[in-house]
């Protein structure tokens, strides 16, 4: 069997071919869909996979509202966290290994398509992950810097949060190979436990858009 290095190693070497990049064979390639699947599935480093900088309790803990603080302003700050957190975690595989040839379209596993939506209601697009994810957190980082003191806008903070679930998805099921390579695992693992402690205790993700990471929750929690 490949190590989990071995296989890493293989997946970002790995070009799409020809035939694929002309539509010939379709969507998605044979090729590990889901590297999240894979290593669920009693990959080589699964019992790496629930490595956590913090304990659960303290995650949990960190995202009480504090009785001396305004929830709405407790939600935006946690929104600004969360943006600059992946803002780090994608810049990790930014450029070199989600590109428009690795990640043609912005997917969690075979299963999960997300569409940008345009801004003149044209409709929805399938974009490559890198140019989906530049819009969210380029449109996330207007949107948060727009909102004066004490402002509240709890739809606006449902559609962040939804979207920056989307692209903890997407690193998770797409680039876990490099993210463990690098070290940063524990990283991504405590940051996205702490933004589903949060999500849960303000109800600001619907737990069908929670389906993707279904799984991995379950091992993060267990
Ligand atoms: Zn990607």
Sequence with gaps: MLSFLDWGSSFRSRKVSNKEKDGDTGWPPSF??????????????????????LDQERLQLATRLPESENLDDWIVLHCID??????????LVYEHACTSESCPRMTAGPAYEFLWQCADRRGAESLPASRYIELVLAW???????????ATNRKLCRKLTQRFHRIFAHLYHHHLAELLEMGALPHLNTSYLHFYFFVKEFQLVH????????????????
Excluded: H
């Design 82 to 91: 969360f943006l600059n957190l992946l803002n780090l975690l994608y810049g």
């Design 207 to 222: 737990s069908k858009d929670l389906e993707p990471m279904r799984d991995l929750i379950q091992l993060l929690l267990a």
């Design 32 to 53: 590990p869909q889901s590297q999240l699947a894979y290593v669920l599935a009693a990959g080589p480093a699964r019992e790496r996979l629930g490595a956590l900088l």
């Design 140 to 150: 996330a980082e207007q949107e948060l810097g727009s909102l004066t003191n004490g």
